[in-house]
């Protein structure tokens, strides 16, 4: 089961976010060819949106809900770089600009 917080509003969840470390990054695309995240389980799940916030303890942290009430750890997730072809892990990809 991943770990979520889950709040009324997108700016509280981020409040709520900050309490075990701040905020250190954020990264947001719309594309229209899809992004593919893969959680550990190796289920993949199809996003036109990603909103990806870094934690200073080196977590991450994504809606993954159209409503953003709720945001999840991805930490443990693969994202796929479709220039590349490849999966990655989310920590790799966010140090770069691939899409």
Do not use: C
């Not at 479709?82 to 691939?98: A, G, H, L």
């Amino acid at each position: 089961m991943s770990e979520t917080i889950t709040n009324e509003s997108f700016q509280d969840l981020i409040d709520d976010l900050t309490v075990d470390g701040p905020v250190v990054g954020e990264k947001k695309f719309d594309i229209d060819n899809f992004f593919q995240l893969k959680d550990p389980e190796g289920q993949t799940t199809e996003f036109s949106h990603i909103d990806i916030l870094r934690r200073a303890d080196e977590t991450f942290w994504m809606p993954l809900e159209t409503d953003r009430h709720t945001i999840t750890n991805i930490t443990d997730y693969e994202i796929f770089i479709n220039k590349s072809e490849k999966w990655v892990t989310i920590k790799d990809w966010f140090d770069t600009e691939e899409i």
